[in-house]
């Protein structure tokens, strides 16, 4: 079954929108958790860290203002895309590190976001 | 910065055939490496995770090998099947808390 849950699987809104994507640990508490853009044919990139209890640590580029993170519990990492635009429009992917890195990273099954 | 890359872009092979994918990455003090795959507009299931210390991982008809000297890990995909058909991602990670640095992918399109 699953072990990462990621809800919506699909946002179509329009400019100026602000969306919020769920990220769920299903099978275990998570304390980090990433986030991932993935552009039409190309690979992930990461775009931040997800720390439960703090905040997240945000990849070079990324702006933390747009992409606003909160990971309040050990099971749910938030990501809102603030005032969405065109160019934001992408798939959003969220992860969970299974351990000290010496475990499988398992994937939510991503949301598309598309912004007209 | 660590980089990763995949060759080739785009594979096609009849059913049966033997499927080899490479991966290649610039910085060999990896923690371990992971395989990937991915079908159109989904997210990725895991296959095979390698540790820093391992040579080689098996999971039925795939097989994953890891040369962290020359900086290469290869996937091997036995007798394919058309529902192979997809997008093989390798990530690998120089830390231990699961930050991954992807490649680009190779797009496999296996024909019956």
């Known amino acids: 079954g699953a072990v990462v849950s990621q809800h919506p699987s699909r946002v179509i809104c329009k400019s100026g929108t602000s969306v919020k994507i769920e990220c769920r640990s299903l099978?275990?508490?998570?304390?980090?958790m990433f986030w991932y853009r993935q552009f039409p044919k190309q690979s992930l990139m990461l775009m931040a860290t997800?720390?439960?209890?703090?905040?997240?640590?945000?990849e070079q580029g990324v702006e933390k203002d747009k992409f606003l993170i909160n990971h309040a519990s050990l099971t749910l990492s938030t990501l809102t895309v603030t005032s969405a635009h065109p160019e934001d429009s992408s798939f959003y992917i969220c992860?969970?590190?299974?351990?000290?890195?010496?475990?499988?990273?398992?994937f939510g099954d991503g949301t598309r976001l598309s912004i007209l | 910065k660590q980089e990763v890359t995949q060759i080739p872009a785009a594979l096609s092979v009849p059913e049966g055939e033997n499927l080899v994918l490479n991966c290649s990455f610039t910085?060999?003090?990896?923690?371990?490496l992971q395989w990937f795959r991915q079908d159109p507009g989904k997210g990725l299931t895991s296959l095979l995770l390698?540790?820093?210390?391992?040579r080689e991982q098996t999971s039925g008809r795939l097989n994953a090998s890891l040369d962290k000297s020359s900086g290469r890990s290869t996937l091997y995909i036995a007798a394919s099947q058309p529902g192979d058909s997809a997008t093989y991602l390798c990530?690998?990670?120089?830390?231990?808390?699961?930050?991954?640095?992807f490649g680009a992918g190779t797009q496999v399109v296996v024909t019956p």
């Open positions: 992860s969970v590190a299974g351990g000290q890195g010496n475990q499988p990273q398992h």
């Open positions: 099978d275990f508490q998570a304390t980090t």
């Open positions: 997800s720390n439960e209890g703090s905040k997240a640590t945000y």
């Open positions: 910085d060999s003090a990896i923690y371990n």
């Open positions: 390698i540790q820093s210390s391992q």
């Open positions: 990530a690998d990670t120089t830390d231990s808390w699961g930050k991954f640095q």
